[in-house]
């Protein structure tokens, strides 16, 4: 049968309006589907990698409060019992003046440091060397040898106090009970010896109430955490969720709380929670089978799992989505495709060029902007496709597509913008705090041996700050023909304002220092001129002495800084006795005292900035004094010019690849006696 030429025309725009459909199917679906389900699966990273920012920014302010709550306890710990020395001290002078008899003397200072309380009902205790507690508030402990008294932990924190005391002092943990209660809870302990009386004196602070705060704060961030995920839907049903690494969950959806940890991987066999901490180490996604909302306890539906570990809290957090539903928003797309594709085929009689013009020519300009998109150099600025942008005026389907290519293309120029001018501030700022480090370094003398005229001693400093820019510094220099000025420091804090303080104070000590002034009177000015008008509450700690070089007399004044050891040339290292005192710009009004050691031909004083003591290695352990002493009692037979790299390189040994917490700064000065060599 002859078909009319109508006829003939329509089954031919209709098997063309087919064909090309299929056509445009096809390569719609492949380039949207990958468009789309990878910007879904960026959004997913994006949502965790905000979690983890947001984990990252909350632990740093839970670790900063401990660590600054603990410290603080420390530090009334030792001004304390510093308190108490003294007072022992004082009353041993009066006993060996005659004044009081001795055992007048110690039954004193027995008594009323028996009574003494500070804090939360804190109390002090004495042990003499048998490691009895000859003074104690509880009537349990007292006169009864403590050596072989455990903590319910099983450790014995009285002969590790009595140890540590001997070598000048030092904390340990254990748990104790209260005065008022009977059951232990962590405690802080510190002690110090009084070698005339072989008298360990010593406190304890307990610091259940520093670990309670911390979880009370932990758990808040938790409820705020689960509060903000609890909205976040990622592809339609995908979410957030956090676990630990012994499978308990923190945060996630209530109904999938119980039974999540006891589930398994149907493509594995494995735990799932197993797969998913295999994951965070491999950093791929992983794919499993899950429920779904609307479907529960049918574990048939696929889904992928991005995880990352917050290593501080060794947490997971998983962003979970639904893989047919990452590929929804495609075929949504296509469905309207299809549609507009039925609805030409209806009129194609009455107007199929114009349809084909109007409906199938824009799709393929988009289909052809969506396949050229990833290949465009959004850092260029370029014109838009003036084709693309008159599509984009049509107030169909097809120009509200065309608007959100164009509105998506013009968010990612932006945002390749925000990204290039925030790497290039950062760039800026990273060379002004390189040039700061130059800048600060060059403040402080780097020429050794710095007085090569002079043979009666010689002496040799380094520094090693943790950032590009910190707070510690030393100086030295001749005062006058038969006199060395030298000083360490260490200004609280870290950064660019504890080095603005650090340039401001060695600048006031070396204008104090050059008109004379004696140590002790030294730290009193400079405290006035610190303290005054200090809003910011800054301070530094500060040990400067003056050598006199005809006699090898040392005077030298402390202002709450490490107390340096002196390292005798016969072997041995002791740390130089230093009388308590508070560092300058903490507070007006200090009096400092002046003291004095004298030099032997061959002996060494070693000064050092709390950056070696407190040198944490992995297990956090610190470096601590006693070591330090140990490392320069068997120094003798090396160089002054390699001993502070001695020492710097036992440090770095002992943190075992830590970044670094702290500055370290040393100086090594070395007598060798009051005959002067001109040398060559």
Not at 226 to 232: D, E, N
């Amino acid at each position: 049968m002859t078909r009319s030429l109508r006829f003939q025309s329509l089954a031919f725009v209709i098997g063309i309006i087919v064909a090309t459909t299929a056509a445009i199917a096809l390569v719609s679906l492949r380039e949207v589907d990958r468009t789309i389900t990878s910007l879904e699966l960026r959004s997913a990273r994006n949502a965790l990698n905000l979690v983890l920012l947001t984990l990252e920014n909350e632990y740093r302010s839970l670790a900063f409060h401990r660590s600054y709550a603990l410290e603080e306890r420390k530090r009334q710990m030792r001004d304390s019992v510093g308190l108490v020395m003294a007072s022992v001290a004082e009353h041993h002078l009066l006993a060996r003046k005659g004044l009081l008899s001795e055992e007048i003397a110690r039954r004193t200072i027995l008594d009323s440091t028996e009574a003494l309380r500070y804090g939360n009902n804190d109390y002090f205790f004495i042990y003499d060397g048998s490691v009895t507690a000859i003074s104690h508030p509880d009537p349990a402990f007292k006169g009864r040898n403590m050596s072989g008294v455990p903590d319910p932990k099983g450790n014995y924190p009285a002969p590790d106090l009595f140890r540590m005391a001997r070598k000048g002092g030092g904390f340990s943990s254990f748990w104790w009970k209260r005065l008022d209660s009977p059951t232990p809870v962590p405690k802080l302990g510190y002690g110090r010896y009084f070698k005339p009386w072989g008298w360990l004196v010593g406190t304890g602070v307990y610091i259940d109430d520093i670990d309670a705060e911390y979880r009370k704060r932990l758990d808040g961030v938790v409820a705020d955490l689960a509060a903000t995920l609890s909205g976040v839907k990622i592809a339609g049903n995908g979410y957030l969720f956090i676990f630990d690494a012994n499978r308990k969950i923190i945060i996630h959806p209530d109904r999938e709380r119980d039974r999540f940890t006891t589930a398994r991987n149907p493509g594995t066999g494995n735990l799932l929670v197993e797969d998913l901490m295999a994951a965070a180490r491999s950093g791929a996604p992983l794919d499993y089978r899950w429920d779904r909302p609307d479907r529960p306890d049918e574990f048939r539906f696929d889904k992928t799992a991005l995880v990352a570990r917050f290593a501080p809290l060794d947490w997971y957090v998983v962003a979970s989505v639904y893989r047919d539903e990452l590929r929804r928003p495609a075929l949504q797309l296509l469905l309207k495709q299809f549609l507009i594709i039925s609805l030409i085929c209806g009129i194609a009689v009455a107007g199929a060029i114009a349809i084909v013009n109007r409906f199938i020519m824009p799709v393929e300009r988009l289909a052809a902007y969506a396949r050229d998109l990833p290949a465009r150099d959004f850092s260029v600025e370029e014109e838009g496709d003036p084709s693309l942008a008159s599509l984009s005026d049509r107030s169909d389907e097809l120009g509200k597509l065309a608007a959100s290519f164009r509105f998506m293309e013009k968010s990612l120029r932006d945002y390749l913008g925000r990204l290039t001018e925030a790497t290039a501030a950062r760039e800026r700022i990273e060379s002004e705090l390189s040039i700061a480090h130059g800048i600060q370094m060059g403040l402080l003398r780097n020429t050794f041996s710095p007085f090569p005229g002079r043979g009666e001693f010689d002496l040799l400093a380094v520094i090693k700050p943790a950032r590009e820019v910190g707070g510690d510094f030393y100086d030295f220099f001749m005062t006058d023909d038969n006199r060395l000025f030298f000083v360490i420091a260490d200004v609280a804090g870290k950064g660019v304002p504890a080095a603005l303080y650090m340039a401001m104070t060695m600048t006031l000590i070396k204008a104090i220092a050059r008109a004379g002034v004696q140590p002790d009177s030294l730290l009193s000015r400079l405290n006035e001129e610190l303290s005054r008008d200090n809003d910011a509450c800054m301070f530094v700690t500060v040990f400067c002495g003056v050598l006199e070089i005809g006699s090898g007399e040392v005077i030298f004044a402390n202002g709450g800084h490490n107390s340096p050891l002196l390292v005798s040339r016969e072997g041995g290292a002791e740390f130089l006795p230093a009388a308590a005192s508070l560092p300058p710009g903490a507070m007006e009004g200090v009096t400092y005292r002046r003291q004095r050691v004298v030099l032997k031909p061959g002996d060494r004083l070693f000064l050092y900035t709390d950056g070696v003591t407190e040198a944490e290695g992995p297990s956090g352990e610190f470096f601590s004094a006693g070591r330090l002493r140990e490392l320069l009692a068997t120094s003798g037979t090396i160089g002054l010019q390699e001993l502070p790299g001695t020492v710097m390189a036992a440090v770095e040994a002992h943190a075992g690849g830590a970044d670094q917490a702290d500055d370290i700064t040393i100086m090594a000065l070395e007598y060798r006696g009051a005959t002067r060599s001109t040398g060559c």
